[in-house]
């Protein structure tokens, strides 16, 4: 909630005067008031879910689904948001994932499988996706790249990594230890869903709760004022795109545990999922505000579709343009918001 | 020009109300103006200059009110309506198109072609013949506006206020960004068209200004005409004063300054030099005291604050804090020895406008209120709000986004952030820069209140008056070179300008 400063004072910027309102009425909080309007959305697709395919729509095996679809998506999300919400932009992320999950399972392959435990392939993946953020954080902040080419280099180079070090083969996991324990089940939910939950609330805290969230912010939304306030701009933007490294790599992880395989085409077009995501939350492209929330909510809406045309056996194309769609309602809704805010 | 009063007024606004959700931004507001006359319009920021200029651009509806153009009511329904009628605004933030060239700016929106294809070589005449109305010829059509200085640009916005058979230009503080000497090229500029029957309304804080080039004065305040149609030459600053504020202000600057103590210096500057911009600027500040920079715009004022600061890196020189040496270049080791810096540029380099008031007067220091990483709001709040209370806030609600606040109260929040920090040094860069009268006394107490506290200050302002005024010692600046160093007491206004023209032209 304290993402969110109050929107109900479009006039007093021009009289400055007013001295009743403040405490009385209730305000309007932007940020709330924009994941309510998700949450609607998101009632409102189960809705229609439960009309054409029945009760099992909402049922805990197919919620459960939904959500094992949502986990890699959702972790890369919520990286990319810390991105976004310091002002920058990660187009990386799908093809550092990719590189994840082959740089892991080339270990697992080339090593004799059995004897690696899956805690080298975790740390294997989530140290590739974290180097491959530090190194997008080094070329924003230090070598003066802006993030939209910086992170374009890293989308094209780390794809190619990809496709050298597999040999455009895609390596089968059989380490059976890491498919034990991420194919598994806790306490009825998939381990990949808890990932996701734990990835989503630690990322809400850093950003809601933390000095970090508050210097993101500060960047995001105006990098001047924050430089000259004694904050470290250059090496907190190094930390968060590290941050979205980190979470790419851990999709990598799930995503591994979801294949059993790691190919060089993981994760294709996959940034472009994520900044959907992240933007129909509410976070704002030009930085400054951010919403882990309303990004969970997001890749909630989109999976959610998702496993809607599949249950009606709809086209693949159909569900694009209705992204689509929804990408571009979501912005003008924000757009409204912010422009009445800002008269 | 102006003194026929007789003839019928250009425009005549009675009884304009605008409300926006939960204020009244006009609440009555009466504006007459006359062909061809100079009209100052007066108010504190927030008294609702801007919303009735929006109104006459067309960019505000009126809720309630009549608008007279010429004799006849009309409704300026849209920017376009506005243009069509003959009134032109210039707003502060000159809505020039930097990459385009001067001639494509003024015919920006009505460019001259025949068939869609452009006649390039007929607007750059036109352009020619408008720049030379404006007695701007030096400015040759074909450049881009990109590389022009700010009086340039205003002239071009001006040009293109003309190419439109202006009958009106509303003038949104056209001096604020302007040098001394720039705005006697603007004052030269407004006479031209005044006399060219081309009514002006012009805005401006500065009560000299208005001295010089206005015919007649409207005031408002809290959204209402308290008075109109004052002529410039027969009421006194102390009477427009009052009118604005609602009470008696004197134009001083909080007494004498308690003097600096007998200490070490709290801030030691020796040879500072940044390469092409300024050289061998060596100063001390002692607690208690306040040291002024003075000199034009572009002497390089800012440009040492920026550096002292470490938001700039010297090429080479020395700056102490209490004997420490500062890392040249580093902002958060210049913040951390205690210095704390408000920029001149107060939105772009000072606030985070769309967060709330408290975050932005915590933001050097909300690290310190937290306990291992983790943000500790409710302590923020508190201490956001005894400054701000302190500072007399208004409004006094830290919730809300900084955007909303006047001028003057974003500088307090701004200054706020430095007394929560509890700097040794506070280096600020044109404090009262955009700030109303009333507000302007208040920071004037401030700056007063934090010597006496023991705060070393350094002070820059384009306002003479204001630096010999509030500042103990003076160093005049010109040409990146410190070409005077003494105390207030022996130098005056007169004497600093001859410096700074000697110095300027050396």
Known sequence: MSESPSTAAEAPATTGQQTVSGSGEPKFRLGLGHSLGLVLALVALLVVGVATSGERFVGLDNIMVILRQAAVIGVVSIGVTFVITAGGIDLSVGSVLGLSTVWASTVATQTMAEDVHWIVLVACALAVGTVCGLVNGFLVAYGGVVSFIATLAMLVAARGLAEII??????????????????????????????????????WFLLARTTFGRRTIAVGGNPEAARLAGIKVRRHTVWVFGISGLCAGIGAVLMLARTTAGTSTHGYLLELDAIAAVVIGGTLLAGGRGSIVGTVLGVLIFAVLQNLFTQNNLDSSVQAVTRGAIIVLAVILQRRFSSARRT | MADDATATPLLRMTGIVKTFPGARALDGVDLEIRPGEVHCLLGQNGAGKSTLIKVLAGAHQPDEGEIRWEGEPVTIGSTMAALDLGIATMYQELDVVDGLSVAENIFLGHELAAGGVLRRRVSHSRARELLAQLGHSEIRPGRE?????????????????????????????????????????????????????????????????IRQIGDRITVLKDGRTVATGLDVAETPTPELISLMTGRDVATDFGGASSGPGTEEPALEVTDLAVEGVFDGVSLTVRPGEVVGLAGLVGAGRSEILETIYGARRATSGTVRVHGRTLRRGSVSDAV?????????????????????????????????????????????????????????????????AVRTLSGG?????????????????????????????????????????????????????????????LADRVLVIADGHVVHTGTTADIDEHRVLDLVMEGARA
């Open chain 1, 166 to 203: 597999s040999d455009r083969q895609t390596q089968i996991v059989s380490v059976q230890g890491f498919l034990d324990v991420f194919r598994g089940n806790l306490l009825g939910v998939p381990v990949l869903v808890w990932v996701f939950v734990i990835v989503a609330v630690a990322g």
């Open chain 2, 145 to 209: 506006v990109g590389t022009l200085s700010a009086a340039g640009k205003q002239v071009v916005s001006m040009a293109r206020a003309l190419s439109r058979d202006t009958r009106l230009i509303v003038m949104d503080e056209p001096s604020a960004v302007l040098d001394p000497e720039e705005v006697e090229n603007l004052f030269r500029v407004v006479r031209t068209l005044s006399a060219q029957g081309v009514a002006v309304v012009y805005i401006s804080h500065r009560m000299d200004e």
């Open chain 2, 336 to 400: 951390a020895a205690g210095i704390g810096f408000a920029p001149e540029e107060r939105k772009s380099q000072g606030l985070l406008l769309d967060e709330p008031v408290y975050r932005n007067i915590t933001l050097s220091t909300f690290a310190r209120f937290a306990r291992g990483g983790l943000l500790a709001e409710s302590a923020e709040r508190r201490a956001a709000s005894e400054q701000a209370e302190a500072l007399d806030l208004q409004p006094p609600d830290v919730g809300r």
């Open chain 2, 409 to 469: 109260n974003q500088q307090k929040a701004m200054l706020a952030r430095w007394l929560v920090h509890g700097c040794d040094v506070l280096l600020l860069d044109e404090p009262t820069r955009g700030v109303d009268v009333g507000a302007r006394a208040e920071i004037y107490r401030l700056i007063r209140r934090l010597t006496e506290s023991g705060a070393a200050l350094l002070l820059v302002s384009s306002e003479i008056d204001e630096v010999l005024g």
